[in-house]
Structures are given as C-alpha cells and as structure tokens.
T-cell receptor
C-alpha cells in the first residue's frame, strides 16, 4: 500500500518560470492538503481539496498559485512566474473521506528558485 | 484564531536521558492535537494524536504526550532517548471535523548525542 507520493522530490526553476508539483494520495484517500515549509518555519497550510473541488484555499497566496485535484490523476500545485521567495519545501497530505484526524504526509518537493 | 507555540527551538540531550518537548496552543474551542516527527529530507510521520478520552496518549517509538486542558498544553515525552530519535518534532492542532487544516508550531530540533 503505497503512501502519499510526491514528485519531483527536487525541482529547480529560474525566476519567471512555472513550477508544477504533483501529489498522488494514498489509495482510498479523497482529501488532499498542501502545506509549505519555509526555512526555520513550521508548515503553513495552503489549500484543501477534494476530487474536483477546492474546499479551503485560505492559505494560498492570492496571485501566481493555483491547485487542482481532478477526477483522474494526481493533485497539482502550480506556481506561475516563480520568485526567489517561493523556494521552500512543499508537502502534500491526504486523508480518507470518513471522519478521521491526522493525515498521511508525502516526502515533499523541495523547490529552489535561482 | 488558533496558534501553536513550541517553546524550545532546539533540545540537545544525551542518549538514554529523558526528554520533554513542550507545546502550548491557543484556541477557544475543543481541539485535536498531534505530534509529528520529520527526519532529514523526509516527510512528516505521525507520532501520536489526541482526539478525546484519556489525556495520556501513547505513540510510536516509545513517545507519549499528555493533554492538559487547563494549561492548554500537549507536551511530548520519552523516558530514554536513542541516537535515532534525532529529528525535528512538530506539534499541530486542528478544530472541528475531519478536513480542517492543521496548524503547526515552528518545530523543535531534538539532537541526541552519545
């Protein structure tokens, strides 16, 4: 039973390019959450999605960031026109649809903007 | 608004010594509390969680935590640490139903030396 799969593990982008981060939740999990971890900081919530729906995007920056979780395929976190301040580790977590607490996290994607 | 404070950013200890990592939270409603561990360049692994019931919660790897509602604390303890416990530890809180985002503390780096 594979865990939460994130790819790529490491991503280097030049300023102004686009970054696409992918997350495949655990089998049977239909809830996906994205978090960002800046150096010396804890994880900050970005967005919560269910299949084809954004449930809570209160933590997403207003510009350049978007997320989706299509009916088929992984969840995608997209960052357009990246800037140096976007350099961080981005973690995805998933949980099943029934009531439960706590989430299974992926190993993260470490984005470096040069 | 919820917040989580991890009072110590770094905790150095010797092998086989006891350790306590402190966590305080602020919330006006009932909360659910979690401790996660992050090894270098890996994702977060759930150590233990408090949802309801007994205030003493036992987790993996010999860790336990005690929920203290009056002091709004959820300190993590281990009676005897190993070198392999060296990692970053995060306390997190959520309110309400499943799907509510986790709010994380900034983390405590536990360094165990021989």
């Amino acid at each position: 039973n594979a865990g939460v799969m994130q790819n790529p593990r490491h991503l280097v982008r030049r300023r102004g390019q686009e970054a696409r981060l992918r997350c495949s939740p655990m089998k049977g999990h239909s809830h996906v959450y994205w978090y960002r971890q800046l150096p010396e900081e804890g994880l900050k919530f970005m967005v919560y999605l269910q299949k084809e729906n954004i449930i809570d995007e209160s933590g997403m920056p207003k510009e350049r960031f978007s997320a989706e979780f299509p009916k088929e395929g992984p969840s995608i976190l997209r960052i357009q026109q990246v800037v140096r301040g976007d350099s961080a580790a981005y973690f995805c977590a998933s949980s099943p649809p029934e009531k439960s607490y706590g989430y299974t996290f992926g190993s993260g994607t470490r984005l470096t903007v040069v | 608004a919820q917040s989580v404070t991890q009072l110590d950013s770094q905790v150095p200890v010797f092998e086989e010594a006891p350790v306590e990592l402190r966590c305080n939270y602020s919330s006006s409603v009932s909360v659910y509390l979690f401790w996660y561990v992050q090894y270098p360049n890996q994702g977060l692994q759930l150590l233990l969680k408090y949802l309801s019931g007994s205030t003493l919660v036992k987790g993996i790897n010999g860790f336990e935590a005690e929920f203290n509602k009056s002091q709004t604390s959820f300190h993590l303890r281990k009676p005897s640490v190993h070198i392999s416990d060296t990692a970053e530890y995060f306390c997190a809180v959520s309110e309400g139903q499943a799907g509510t985002a986790l709010i994380f503390g900034k983390g405590t780096t536990l360094s165990v030396s021989s």
